[in-house]
């Protein structure tokens, strides 16, 4: 199985201030189709999760321009150019080249 | 609009199976996707289980695949989940998804307990 490895566990932002997450595949995630096949995810209390990602890069549709994802290979990361209150919750990234696996999650509260 | 409702008992007793089904509305199963299943323990992350496409083909998460059968009925566009040998382990809310993860059902919480 392909491990996939969050950093950190938690976070917690100020308002307006800038955050970003890391996560780390055991195994490269760049399919011969010549996609990556990344997601990230965002879990509010109580909701089910929510994509925000996919293909490492790609903003989901009605996502916030505030959300953006980056990296190849086997490093990623998940940045928010300026944290609101409504982006607290649970991130999780997952990837989907093998069967499909998902990081521990960090967890992000506000100040 | 993409649409997925789980449905099924809430409480199963240990040893027995589990089964449950997510309704798809919005969608033709069988216009493309696949479907899984992904679970979520109490207070913890979530586990992916299984996905199936609408011709049949399958994954299964290794450690639950000895347990676990995902099976699609295109004619009612919905799909549906057994895993037997319940223990507490096993108690979740289990949720269905269009492949890969999208659009996302409510969740449905089952309980294993006697």
């Known amino acids: 199985d392909i491990v996939m490895t969050q950093t950190p566990l938690s976070l917690s932002v100020t308002p307006g201030q800038p955050a970003s997450i890391s996560c780390k595949s055991s195994q490269s995630l760049l399919h011969s189709d010549g996609k990556t096949y990344l997601y990230w995810y965002l879990q509010k209390p109580g909701q089910s999760p929510q994509l925000l990602i996919y293909e490492a890069s790609r903003r989901f549709s009605g996502v916030p321009d505030r959300f953006s994802g980056s990296g190849s290979g086997t490093d990623f990361t998940l940045t928010i150019s300026r944290v609101e209150a409504e982006d607290v919750g649970v991130y999780y990234c997952m990837q989907g080249i093998q069967v499909w696996t998902l990081g521990q999650g960090t967890k992000v509260e506000i100040k | 609009q993409v649409q997925l409702q789980e449905s099924g008992p809430g409480l199963v007793k240990p040893s027995e199976t589990l089964s449950l089904t997510c309704a798809v509305s919005?969608?033709?199963?069988?216009?493309?996707?696949?479907w899984g299943w992904i679970r979520q323990p109490p207070g913890k992350g979530l586990e992916w289980i299984a996905s199936i496409y609408h011709s049949g083909i399958t994954y299964y998460n290794p450690s639950l695949r000895s347990r676990v059968t995902i099976s699609v009925d295109t004619s009612k566009n919905q799909f549906s989940l057994k895993l037997s040998s319940v223990t507490a382990a096993d108690t979740a809310v289990y949720y269905c998804a269009r492949v890969p993860p999208d659009y996302w059902g409510q969740g449905a919480l089952v309980t294993v307990s006697s």
């Open positions: 919005g969608y033709s199963i069988t216009s493309g996707y696949y």
